[in-house]
């Protein structure tokens, strides 16, 4: 495969993964804190923000200026210029399925081109007075749509490998960066642990991963936070945990080695194997005694190297290394 073709399959299903995350946390944090006083709102919000590792908009970093929802809004749905919100992800998404449109199914291709058409028609004034709730699920429901689309229209060969890559490398790291997010705030004690406060800092975090029903299933409706940290971390089922995101990683980069010349083959793989090697065997009473911020942030930087490893092997890989293989 083309390593501009790989790398355009990569980031349309990476930016797309992104922007369906920020709907989701975006649209939690709307609903956490309509009746929540500014201050007791304004934490989830720069909650929200770190979780997404997007700095304020300008004007309110560091100078005491409350963090105001509909800027706020604004700010991670529609502007243009901050490369994290909603609209520029879809938009680059988008722009890379437009190159390889050739690569990818009819299908596909509506889907991409629907959603971003309903998020180009649409404005903050506009969702903010109506109901920003079925915005952000239509945003969800179109990410999800364009997924399943792709499963089922797509040939399972190299780029759809690719993709996968995109999405789950981009989502254990999300994943892992929330859990850093929640877990050192809480450690801090940025907020109060008792009583309400601490409930529902703890449902907020599972349905910021869509994993509310599937964590009651599995530990009844326990909220325990070593329990949710071993459902998000270390849960080989659910699809947005971290380990289930390594698995894919690996197997998709062992399946892309395999074929490929030997030249291709090596680093990446093995980063990937280490990285699920350390959740295989990892034990959520040892991480915790340990130091979790640092396994987590540990977890974010394989996810990183393993990024950066896979675009020199397949994707700006040396002229000389490509001749001699």
């Given amino acids: 495969m083309l390593s501009r073709v790989a790398d355009s399959l990569y980031w349309m299903s990476r930016y797309l993964e992104r922007a369906e995350h920020t709907a989701r946390l975006l649209d939690l944090t ?14 989830h919000w720069r909650r929200l923000l770190a979780g997404l590792r997007t700095p304020p908009p300008a004007g309110a970093a560091d100078s005491g200026v409350k963090l105001r929802p509909y800027e706020l809004t604004q700010y991670l749905t529609f502007d243009a ?7 520029s992800c879809i938009t680059a998404a988008r722009e890379n399925a437009r190159q390889v449109r050739e690569q990818i199914s009819s299908e596909m291709w509506e889907g991409i081109n629907r959603l971003y058409l ?19 699920r239509a945003i969800k429901e179109g990410a999800h749509f364009f997924q399943g689309t792709t499963d089922s229209t797509m040939s399972h060969g190299d780029g759809w490998r690719f993709m996968q890559l995109g999405r789950f490398i981009e989502r254990a790291g999300a994943t892992a960066l929330l859990l850093d997010v929640h877990f050192n705030e809480a450690e801090a004690g940025s907020e109060t ?7 529902l800092r703890l449902v907020s975090l599972l349905k910021s991963c869509s994993a509310f029903e599937a964590y009651c299933q599995f530990y009844k409706a326990d909220l ?28 998709s980069l062992r399946a892309i080695a395999s074929d490929n ?27 915790i005694s340990d130091n979790l911020h640092a ?16 675009q020199q092997s397949y994707i700006a890989y040396a002229v000389e290394a490509a001749l001699a293989s």
């Fill in 224 to 251: 325990r936070p070593e329990r949710i940290i071993e459902f998000l971390l270390l849960n080989a089922d659910f699809p947005r945990s971290v380990r289930f995101a390594a698995d894919v990683v690996e197997r």
């Fill in 81 to 87: 210029a901050n490369g994290a919100s909603i609209v």
């Fill in 118 to 136: 309903q998020v180009r028609r649409e404005q903050i004034d506009t969702i903010w007075h109506a109901q920003p709730h079925e915005f952000f």
């Fill in 30 to 43: 709307l609903n956490l804190t309509l009746e929540l006083s500014p201050d007791a709102a304004g934490g």
């Fill in 295 to 310: 396994y987590l942030d540990n977890i974010q930087r394989q996810c990183a190297l393993i990024h950066t490893t896979m």
């Fill in 193 to 199: 642990s008792a009583g309400g406060h601490e409930y």
């Fill in 261 to 287: 010349s030997p030249r291709k083959a090596g680093r990446a793989e093995r980063l990937a194997g280490k990285l699920r090697a350390t959740l295989d065997y990892s034990q959520v009473d040892e991480i």
